[in-house]
Each structure stands twice: as structure tokens, then as C-alpha cells.
Nanobody, 120 residues
């Protein structure tokens, strides 16, 4: 069973920075697309940033220029560098991984979420 464990959330002042990490562990053949999502209370979960196994990225317009996504394939770890944080970035962030359990069985998994709070 694959597990995703996020870390790095917390309280920061507006204009500050945080770096989220997501460690993927368990039995799997490969990890494909990975992404960071966020969900505010009463709203749908939205993609913040995603990255393919080859390093191609897509970033939501709301965070473009402030957030950077990266991954270390050797460590099966996903990162989200968040700079110039704003109070409206306050929300729970979730890590997601699309992976191959074996050569033909594709699955996905979510982390438990990490709270980011930006004070004004």
C-alpha cells in the first residue's frame, strides 16, 4: 500500500515563505504525475501545481510566480516552495500521486493534508 506523508505546513506572516514536502512510500512500480491541491471549507479541491515524472510542470494562475513545484524521483518526494504568501493562501494543502502499482495497474493516492495559515 502506498502512503503519502506531507510536512512543512504551519503559521507564517504575509509575505513569508514555506516549503511543503510529500514523501511517497510503499510498494509501487513507478510514480507518474504528482500534484499539490488545496481545499477551502465548503469549496472544491483545486489543483495548485502539478509535475510529471519528466519534470514538466503546470501552475495555477492564482499562485503563478509565487509557488514552485519540484520532485526528487530518487527519493520519491514532492515539494512545493511557497513564497510571497498571502492570507488567501490559508487552507489545507494535499499531496496527490498517480502511480503504477505494477506494469499494468494504475492507481492514485492522497496525503492526509497539511494546514498552511498566513496571518495578515
Amino acid at each position: 500500500q502506498v502512503q503519502l506523508v506531507e510536512s512543512g505546513g504551519g503559521l507564517v506572516q504575509a509575505g513569508g515563505s514555506l516549503r511543503l514536502s510529500c514523501a511517497v512510500s510503499g510498494s509501487m512500480f513507478s510514480v507518474n504525475y504528482m500534484g499539490w491541491y488545496r481545499q477551502a471549507p465548503g469549496k472544491q479541491r483545486e489543483l495548485v501545481a502539478g509535475i510529471t515524472g519528466g519534470g514538466n510542470t503546470n501552475i495555477a494562475d492564482s499562485v503563478k510566480g509565487r509557488f514552485t513545484i519540484s520532485r526528487d524521483n530518487a527519493k520519491n518526494t514532492l515539494y512545493l516552495q511557497m513564497n510571497s504568501l498571502k492570507p488567501e493562501d490559508t487552507v489545507v494543502y494535499y499531496c496527490h500521486a498517480d502511480y503504477m502499482a505494477n506494469t499494468w495497474y494504475r492507481k492514485d493516492a492522497w496525503g492526509q493534508g497539511t494546514l498552511v495559515t498566513v496571518s495578515s
